[in-house]
């Protein structure tokens, strides 16, 4: 079995080797087994605190480097020209604590009906689609931009 336990910082020169296409919720760990998309077997070992993003390279022991896919995973596709409505819906997503990708124009979390009534509640359309989801960063993440964690921090 191949043992992944290195992130190397992209390179244009960098030689990928083979690719390892995971869901959200296992980019988020640190130490898992699974299998690359060439069919190998791999034990992932790598520092803690840090997720897994599409394009993340890493490097096994023997050396062979493996480029990171985002799945194809259920998700809910907010769409609308009217940026308040959006950031209506983040607001509420966000005090629910759902990881959200957010881009122009554009919202995107883990398919949930109950969350998909309620941001109908708030006058948007909910499309159910297949797509690689790659959620914002925590605010209270480490270093840099490319950290997440799921940290519960107590205000009292």
Not at 1 to 26: G, K, N, Q, Y
Request: aromatic residues 4%; charged residues 30%; negative net charge.
């Amino acid at each position: 079995m191949l043992e992944i336990t290195e992130r190397l910082e992209a390179m244009p020169d960098t030689e990928v080797h083979t690719t390892l296409t995971l869901p959200f919720e296992v980019r988020q760990k640190s130490r898992f087994r699974a299998v690359l998309d060439d069919g190998r077997e791999a034990g992932v070992i790598l520092e803690r605190g840090r997720v897994l993003r599409g394009g993340d390279l890493l490097r096994a022991r023997d050396g062979t480097v493996v480029r990171i896919q985002a799945a194809a995973e259920s998700v809910s596709t907010l769409i609308s020209d009217s940026p308040l409505q959006l950031a209506r819906a983040c607001y509420h997503l966000g005090n629910r604590h759902v990881p959200l990708e957010i881009t122009s124009g554009r919202v995107r979390y883990l398919h949930d009906h109950v969350l998909d009534d309620m941001v109908r509640g708030l006058g948007l359309r909910v499309r159910a689609e297949q797509a690689p989801f790659e959620p914002e960063p925590g605010a209270y993440d480490a270093g840099s931009d490319h950290h997440h964690g799921h940290h519960h921090h107590r205000h009292d």
